[in-house]
Protein backbone atom coordinates (compact mmCIF):
# COMPACT_ATOMS: atom_id res chain seq x y z
CA UNK A 1 0.00 0.00 0.00
CA UNK A 2 2.51 2.29 1.13
CA UNK A 3 4.03 1.94 -3.09
CA UNK A 4 0.34 3.08 -4.07
CA UNK A 5 0.62 6.32 -2.89
CA UNK A 6 3.82 6.65 -3.71
CA UNK A 7 3.21 5.88 -7.39
CA UNK A 8 0.17 7.99 -6.93
CA UNK A 9 1.84 11.10 -5.32
CA UNK A 10 4.38 11.05 -7.94
CA UNK A 11 1.73 10.94 -10.98
CA UNK A 12 -0.28 13.53 -9.31
CA UNK A 13 2.92 16.11 -8.74
CA UNK A 14 3.90 14.89 -12.25
CA UNK A 15 0.44 15.54 -13.68
CA UNK A 16 0.57 18.82 -11.51
CA UNK A 17 3.52 20.35 -12.84
CA UNK A 18 3.33 19.43 -16.26
CA UNK A 19 0.29 21.80 -16.30
CA UNK A 20 2.11 24.32 -14.56
CA UNK A 21 4.48 24.16 -17.85
CA UNK A 22 1.58 24.00 -19.92
CA UNK A 23 2.25 20.61 -21.67
CA UNK A 24 -0.71 19.33 -19.84
CA UNK A 25 0.16 15.18 -19.23
CA UNK A 26 -3.07 12.19 -20.55
CA UNK A 27 -4.00 9.97 -17.58
CA UNK A 28 -2.21 7.43 -19.11
CA UNK A 29 1.46 9.75 -18.98
CA UNK A 30 0.55 10.60 -15.62
CA UNK A 31 0.26 6.92 -14.39
CA UNK A 32 3.43 6.16 -16.15
CA UNK A 33 5.74 8.94 -14.81
CA UNK A 34 3.91 7.70 -10.95
CA UNK A 35 5.06 4.12 -11.25
CA UNK A 36 8.45 5.15 -13.42
CA UNK A 37 9.58 7.85 -10.57
CA UNK A 38 8.13 4.71 -8.09
CA UNK A 39 10.15 2.24 -9.42
CA UNK A 40 13.46 4.26 -9.76
CA UNK A 41 12.98 5.35 -6.02
CA UNK A 42 12.03 1.77 -4.56
CA UNK A 43 15.05 0.40 -7.13
CA UNK A 44 17.02 2.79 -5.29
CA UNK A 45 16.43 1.57 -1.84
CA UNK A 46 17.05 -2.11 -3.10
CA UNK A 47 20.64 -0.96 -2.67
CA UNK A 48 20.63 1.80 0.11
CA UNK A 49 18.24 -1.18 2.48
CA UNK A 50 19.31 -4.30 0.89
CA UNK A 51 19.88 -6.36 3.76
CA UNK A 52 17.96 -4.46 6.53
CA UNK A 53 15.12 -4.67 4.78
CA UNK A 54 14.27 -6.02 1.76
CA UNK A 55 16.87 -9.51 2.71
CA UNK A 56 14.46 -10.51 5.37
CA UNK A 57 11.80 -10.53 3.19
CA UNK A 58 12.55 -13.11 0.68
CA UNK A 59 11.21 -16.83 1.03
CA UNK A 60 13.27 -19.62 2.76
CA UNK A 61 13.55 -21.45 -0.72
CA UNK A 62 15.91 -18.60 -1.81
CA UNK A 63 17.50 -17.28 1.22
CA UNK A 64 20.66 -18.62 0.75
CA UNK A 65 21.11 -16.12 -2.02
CA UNK A 66 18.92 -13.32 -0.30
CA UNK A 67 21.16 -10.49 -1.44
CA UNK A 68 21.58 -11.43 -4.57
CA UNK A 69 17.46 -11.29 -5.33
CA UNK A 70 17.17 -8.45 -3.82
CA UNK A 71 19.93 -6.52 -6.32
CA UNK A 72 18.57 -8.34 -9.46
CA UNK A 73 15.12 -6.80 -8.30
CA UNK A 74 16.60 -3.70 -7.57
CA UNK A 75 18.01 -3.11 -11.17
CA UNK A 76 14.71 -4.55 -13.05
CA UNK A 77 12.77 -1.61 -10.62
CA UNK A 78 15.48 0.99 -12.02
CA UNK A 79 15.61 -0.18 -15.54
CA UNK A 80 11.70 -0.56 -16.06
CA UNK A 81 11.53 2.33 -14.31
CA UNK A 82 13.77 4.56 -16.83
CA UNK A 83 12.12 2.49 -19.90
CA UNK A 84 9.03 4.07 -18.68
CA UNK A 85 10.44 7.74 -18.39
CA UNK A 86 12.10 7.64 -21.30
CA UNK A 87 10.18 9.53 -24.50
CA UNK A 88 9.36 7.36 -26.94
CA UNK A 89 10.63 9.96 -29.61
CA UNK A 90 13.67 9.30 -28.00
CA UNK A 91 13.91 5.71 -28.23
CA UNK A 92 12.89 6.43 -32.51
CA UNK A 93 16.27 8.86 -32.68
CA UNK A 94 17.86 5.71 -31.27
CA UNK A 95 16.26 3.20 -33.71
CA UNK A 96 15.12 1.22 -30.76
CA UNK A 97 11.27 0.10 -30.64
CA UNK A 98 9.18 1.61 -27.54
CA UNK A 99 10.56 0.81 -24.78
CA UNK A 100 7.76 1.58 -22.37
CA UNK A 101 5.84 -1.24 -23.39
CA UNK A 102 8.49 -3.54 -22.78
CA UNK A 103 9.09 -1.87 -19.06
CA UNK A 104 5.78 -2.20 -18.78
CA UNK A 105 5.29 -5.77 -19.34
CA UNK A 106 8.85 -6.98 -17.41
CA UNK A 107 7.70 -4.77 -14.64
CA UNK A 108 4.32 -6.98 -14.61
CA UNK A 109 6.06 -10.34 -14.81
CA UNK A 110 8.77 -9.05 -11.71
CA UNK A 111 5.30 -7.86 -9.80
CA UNK A 112 4.54 -11.30 -10.22
CA UNK A 113 7.65 -13.42 -8.99
CA UNK A 114 7.86 -10.93 -6.20
CA UNK A 115 4.80 -11.69 -4.58
CA UNK A 116 6.15 -14.39 -3.05
CA UNK A 117 8.06 -12.30 -0.78
CA UNK A 118 5.07 -10.16 0.62
CA UNK A 119 3.23 -13.62 1.74
CA UNK A 120 6.95 -14.88 3.08
CA UNK A 121 6.86 -11.80 5.42
CA UNK A 122 3.03 -12.33 6.63
CA UNK A 123 3.44 -15.85 6.92
CA UNK A 124 6.54 -15.70 8.91
CA UNK A 125 4.64 -13.09 10.87
CA UNK A 126 7.73 -10.64 10.57
CA UNK A 127 7.35 -6.72 10.07
CA UNK A 128 10.18 -5.00 7.56
CA UNK A 129 12.21 -1.95 8.58
CA UNK A 130 10.80 1.33 7.59
CA UNK A 131 7.33 -0.51 6.84
CA UNK A 132 6.20 -0.97 10.70
CA UNK A 133 2.42 -0.89 10.41
CA UNK A 134 1.68 -4.22 12.15
CA UNK A 135 0.98 -7.51 10.84
CA UNK A 136 -2.17 -6.66 8.98
CA UNK A 137 -0.45 -4.79 6.46
CA UNK A 138 1.53 -7.99 5.43
CA UNK A 139 -1.63 -9.82 4.44
CA UNK A 140 -3.32 -7.06 2.70
CA UNK A 141 -0.05 -6.20 0.56
CA UNK A 142 -0.46 -9.32 -1.79
CA UNK A 143 -3.62 -7.87 -2.33
CA UNK A 144 -2.45 -5.04 -3.81
CA UNK A 145 0.26 -6.75 -6.71
CA UNK A 146 -2.94 -7.10 -9.19
CA UNK A 147 -3.79 -3.10 -8.96
CA UNK A 148 0.40 -2.68 -9.63
CA UNK A 149 0.43 -5.10 -12.29
CA UNK A 150 -2.54 -3.68 -14.53
CA UNK A 151 -1.28 -0.03 -13.66
CA UNK A 152 2.16 -1.24 -15.22
CA UNK A 153 0.35 -2.23 -18.06
CA UNK A 154 -2.01 0.67 -18.87
CA UNK A 155 0.74 3.07 -18.10
CA UNK A 156 3.00 1.72 -20.81
CA UNK A 157 -0.17 1.37 -23.13
CA UNK A 158 0.18 -2.56 -23.02
CA UNK A 159 -3.49 -3.34 -21.62
CA UNK A 160 -6.04 -2.01 -22.99
CA UNK A 161 -3.87 -1.80 -26.02
CA UNK A 162 -2.68 1.75 -27.14
CA UNK A 163 -3.08 2.46 -30.93
CA UNK A 164 -0.18 3.60 -32.08
CA UNK A 165 0.38 7.53 -33.13
CA UNK A 166 0.03 7.66 -36.47
CA UNK A 167 2.70 9.57 -38.54
CA UNK A 168 -0.01 10.50 -41.32
CA UNK A 169 -0.16 14.51 -41.79
CA UNK A 170 -2.70 15.54 -40.32
CA UNK A 171 -4.84 18.42 -41.70
CA UNK A 172 -4.51 21.85 -40.93
CA UNK A 173 -7.31 24.60 -41.32
CA UNK A 174 -9.04 21.71 -43.32
CA UNK A 175 -6.10 21.71 -45.48
CA UNK A 176 -2.72 19.07 -45.60
CA UNK A 177 0.27 21.24 -45.13
CA UNK A 178 2.33 20.80 -48.65
Known amino acids: MSFLVFISSFGVIAWAVSHLLKRPLGLRAAMRWGMG ?3 LFTGVDHFVSASTRYAPMIP ?44 GIWLSVM ?55 SRVPQPKNGKLAA
Do not use: M
Not at 137 to 161: D, E
Open 37 to 39: LGF
Open 60 to 103: DALAGHALAWVYLTGVAELAGGLGLLVPVPVYRRLGLPNLQRQA
Open 111 to 165: LVCVVSANISVALKGQTVQGLEFGAWYFWIRPLFQPVFIAWALYCSGVWPRQAPQ
